[in-house]
């Protein structure tokens, strides 16, 4: 038997479909149109995954996201 820890587990941040994000957190952007504007830099931020033709989004670093971009503007 060997001294090794077993794996901790991981909390990933919840993510949504854009509907879902839509439904549940009323951004106040058209979020299709940001994510077609500021697909690159929402997806270097962790805003945004793609995972085959779903778009997925972190609600947390979305309004981390936005916020900084109204503070840039």
């Known amino acids: ?3 090794e820890n077993p794996p901790q587990p991981t909390t990933a941040p919840e993510l949504l479909s854009v ?3 839509t439904k549940h957190h009323h ?3 058209n979020l299709r149109w940001a994510i077609q504007q500021h ?3 929402m997806a270097e ?3 945004v995954l793609r995972f ?3 778009i997925l ?3 947390g670093a979305f309004w981390t996201w936005l916020r900084q971009k109204g503070r840039a503007a």
């Open 57 to 59: 989004i972190d609600p």
């Open 19 to 21: 509907a879902e994000f």
């Open 1 to 3: 038997m060997t001294n």
């Open 45 to 47: 931020c962790g805003v």
């Open 39 to 41: 697909y690159s830099e």
């Open 27 to 29: 951004p106040p952007i």
């Open 52 to 54: 085959g033709r779903k």
